[in-house]
């Protein structure tokens, strides 16, 4: 099975990191969409550009400010044989430790973009809408695999290449504080 490799990208300087760190293997494909002219949903416009070029059996989705853990690509295949044509979700850590996925459910701070390892099914898949902080739970929540068919990982493939730490707090503050 190949895997068409998603990354939509603002030309952050770590794109270049981005793309060393994915494995491609035979087939496989990286197909990279800048946002030009800069837009304030960027990534979810780059994400369904890219899906209607995809050509691989398999589609996953890394923005340009993270990157996979070495290995990645095995750890995939490894899915994808165990687990035909299923969407399959992994885990992946932030730089502060903290790891999701943490339950197996499609909740808003669960799901996130790097995790996705979907088929290339047009006909099950979901476009990338507006809402940009939760753009990756709506495309999970709204696609046509029922949430038994979803298969749960427990490995890590990727590290987010930024901290999320200032919006937990961001967060926990407005949680305590409604006014």
Not at 58 to 71: C, E, T, V
């Amino acid at each position: 099975m190949n895997i068409s490799f998603i990354v939509p990208t603002k030309g952050r300087d770590t794109l270049g990191r981005t793309l060393t760190s994915i494995e491609c293997w035979g087939d496989d494909e990286i197909l990279v969409e800048v946002d030009n002219p800069p837009s304030r949903r960027w990534g979810n416009d780059q994400r369904n550009a890219a899906m209607k070029r995809a050509q691989g059996d398999y589609l996953a989705f890394i923005d340009d400010d993270d990157y996979y853990i070495k290995g990645h690509r095995e750890i995939m295949e490894k899915a994808i044989k165990e687990n035909p044509d299923k969407p399959i979700l992994f885990r992946i850590e932030y730089p502060n430790g903290r790891i999701i996925w943490n339950k197996k459910e499609i909740t808003p701070g669960n799901i996130s973009t790097q995790m996705i390892l979907v088929p290339n099914n047009p006909e099950m898949l979901y476009n990338w809408k507006d809402g940009r902080n939760m753009a990756d739970f709506i495309f999970v929540d709204h696609w046509k695999w029922l949430d038994e068919e979803i298969v749960w990982r427990e490995e890590i493939i990727g590290l987010m290449g930024h901290d999320d730490e200032a919006n937990i707090m961001k967060r926990e503050v407005s949680a305590s504080n409604p006014y």
